[in-house]
Antibody
Framework: QVQLVQSGAEVKKPGASVKVSCKTSGYAFTSYDINWVRQASGQGLEWMGWMNPNSGNTGYAQKFQGRVSMTRNNSINTAYMELSSLRSEDTAVYYC???????????????WGQGTLVTVSS | EIVLTQSPGTLSLSPGERATLSCRASQRLTNNYLAWYQQKPGQAPRLLIYGASSRATGIPDRFSGSGSGTDFTLTISGLEPEDFAVYYCQQYGGSPPTTFGQGTRLEIK
């Protein structure tokens, strides 16, 4: 079965960077884009960007341009999201999500990781 | 930017009742590119509906989606105890590429 398993919770100081991993199994990793979505406590869902594991191409939400990087290691079917220059407002649960394939646009997300809590605090 | 506004913010109903959740887009959605998700506390969102009205794999038929243009509805007929959760709509294919509504909390009355 399709699984996306994320790395564990992180605590970071303001100004630092965090790198969250998303290890996938149960499907052809390079055939489905991976998106990242975050959710602050008690708040809604905020899309951060997408990555195509086959080409390495990425697209980021304007809000995160210059501060986010989405990469992959195809040999271990794992996607990564790194966010730099962290501030307290970045405290949130970060989710990776598999996007249904077959179009050049961002589509709906049919499988999600369990989430990784990133806490930014001095 | 396409903004999605969900209403009501909170909906209080009893098991067995019918729930009607609304999602309104600030611009017409191309090809009705709208999805619905369910999220329970401490869990990741779960895809329910895509393309405004297509049920995702394994989703019970008491969940149905409808609408077009700018107005969309998620209907849950015959609420089960496990249906009480927060529901989000998502537009895709627009600009920015995707955005979510702020959510509707469905609570037990």
């Amino acid at each position: 079965q399709v699984q996306l398993v994320q790395s564990g919770a992180e605590v970071k100081k303001p100004g630092a960077s965090v790198k969250v991993s998303c290890k996938t199994s149960g499907y052809a990793f390079t055939s489905y884009d991976i998106n990242w979505v975050r959710q602050a406590s008690g708040q809604g869902l905020e899309w951060m960007g997408w990555m195509n594991p086959n080409s390495g191409n990425t697209g980021y939400a304007q809000k995160f341009q210059g501060r986010v990087s989405m990469t992959r290691n195809n040999s271990i079917n794992t996607a990564y999201m790194e966010l730099s220059s962290l501030r307290s407002e970045d405290t949130a649960v970060y989710y990776c999500a598999r996007e249904t394939p077959g179009s050049p646009r961002v589509d709906w997300f049919d499988h999600w990781g369990q989430g990784t809590l990133v806490t930014v605090s001095s | 930017e396409i903004v999605l506004t969900q209403s009501p913010g909170t909906l209080s109903l009893s098991p067995g009742e019918r729930a009607t959740l609304s999602c309104r887009a600030s611009q017409r959605l191309t090809n009705n590119y709208l999805a619905w998700y369910q999220q329970k506390p401490g869990q990741a969102p779960r895809l329910l509906i895509y393309g405004a009205s297509s049920r995702a794999t394994g989703i019970p038929d008491r969940f149905s989606g409808s609408g077009s243009g700018t107005d969309f509805t998620l209907t849950i007929s015959g609420l089960e105890p496990e249906d009480f959760a927060v529901y989000y709509c998502q537009q895709y294919g627009g600009s920015p590429p995707t955005t979510f509504g702020q959510g509707t909390r469905l609570e037990i009355k």
